[in-house]
């Protein structure tokens, strides 16, 4: 099995809190990073998703903190696709520092809009399999 996509990250001073390490809300940023990043690689800008009339959404995120993160601390945000049946898939990502030690897990329940109608398209695997030049990054 091939490793999962992922970006690299360098933990920025001002991205810690009081204790001294990265913010959990700033978890959500490298998750969000990591998921554009990934959807650019597979051929699909913001732009090109709103000209053809569909946008990504997040339903619900859950993260599971392993180990803390340090302001210099390098690491990789990986993302991965779940596909299964209906209007959802699951984005699964990991921050991992550079050691390999896992500093958090990340989850998210998302689906892709129609943006006229404002409901969620029947099968978003499909519409992404259509869109994308590289739709092999979608784990298809």
Known sequence: MSEP???PVTVRG?????QGHLNQAVY??????????LLKAAGLTQAELIGQGVGPVT???TIRYRHELLAGDEADVTCGFEWGEGKTF???QEVRRADGTVAAEIVAVCGLLDLK???LVPDPG?????LAAD???FGF
């Open 14 to 18: 001002y991205e810690t809190d009081v």
């Open 28 to 37: 959500i940023n490298y998750a969000e990073h990591a998921r554009w990043t």
């Open 126 to 130: 499909k519409a992404f399999r259509e």
């Open 5 to 7: 996509f992922s970006v």
């Open 117 to 119: 109608q404002r409901k």
């Open 135 to 137: 739709p092999g990054l």
């Open 59 to 61: 339903l619900e995120t």
């Open 90 to 92: 699951r984005i699964v």
